[in-house]
């Protein structure tokens, strides 16, 4: 990946949802103007969930998720079902195609995203083979308070109106949330203290850092990136204390006993908490730790699916650290990618990774489930600064 692309989880993602043999795969076809979705007249075509990155006039980057089938049947087909609900919790706009005039599950489904915040936009799709489409489109508004738009994909109708609609219905917080927020402004020097530890490959930097630098390129600040043993020459080669520290959460107490006092400091894993996520919530969570006990349980998740790692700081130096301060015989679950238990009862904390791989749908969408259930959430660097004692004096925004 070069600095000058979108990385895909910070698109936005379009899901297309109906029922098997709707038109799914077509309406994506039609409105990115290629056929990237397999088309067949057999019902279950799509099977899992496919990713499609684009970029669309108007919108911008985004990703179309053509989806299974919500009514798919079987052992099998119940597995796909899962998966097209799995899809719903990273949407940021939905689309729900209606082919005909059954159309319960439509309504259904689309109740359950508005009830997840996402915007909903109702498509009466195959209108060249309806016989009364603006009838159909008048009850599925009665019925749901909704007015559909009608389109063919075959023939290529509607597709305009559809591209209009997702540019009204952009979510208003897509493009305000950026990763570093308030922190710096134009001129503003900034230190970035990367440990280039197993985590990162020779030759490559992880993701948060190389989107964490091209934003601050991008806001004109200047930027000074040093590893941690060579944060005292860094700092000496400046004529006054940067405006902004960022480190590796994994060396927080570290760099804190270093900074200059004038210097802001904050962490990736902490700047993602907030890009990502809910920064609040994780840092309000965070005291859950104190609350632990040697009979806790407590899960970790990851985004990465990447293999167990000697240094990796979720399977490895997050766990260490826990159980040095609570004990050797607390539980701790860990999950990653797309694994999340639905019932997080169980846990008496749930602490979460940055997520640079996940849209920022799709963590809220897990600290939704986590509130809902009353079960404290918090992420990476926030919990790592509250073990190491600093939470209440590092830059949150």
Sequence with gaps: MSLSDTPRANRLHIGIF??????????????TGQEIALVSDVPGTTTDPVYKTMEIHGIGPCVFIDTAGFDDEGALGLMRVEKTKAAAEKTDIALVVISDGDFEK????????????????LIVNKADTLEDPQLLADRIQTKSGLRPLIVSAKDKTGIREIREELIRRLPEDFEAVSITGNL???????????????????????????????????????????????LDAALSFLSSPPVLIITDSQVFRTVFDKKPKESKLTSFSVLFANYKGDLAYFVESAAAIDAL??????????????????????????????????GDALQIDIVCGADFPEDLSPYDLVIHCGACMFNRKHVLSRVDSARTQKVPMSNYGVALAYLSGILDQIDLD
């Design 293 to 326: 006990t040697p009979d806790s349980r407590v899960l970790i998740a990851e985004a990465c699916t990447h293999a167990p790692l000697s240094e990796d700081i979720g399977r490895e130096k997050l766990p260490a650290l826990l159980r040095k301060r609570i």
């Design 18 to 31: 109906g029922r098997r043999n709707s038109g799914k795969s077509s309406l994506i076809n039609a409105l």
């Design 184 to 230: 710096v402004k134009e001129g503003d020097v900034v230190l970035l203290v990367m440990p280039q530890d197993i985590q990162a490959p020779k030759g490559r930097l992880i993701l948060p850092q190389v989107q964490t630098l091209r934003e601050l390129l991008d806001k004109k600040c200047i930027v000074l990136s040093a590893t941690t043993d060579k």
């Design 106 to 121: 439509e309504l259904s489904w689309t109740k359950t995203l508005q009830e997840k915040k996402t915007p909903v936009i």
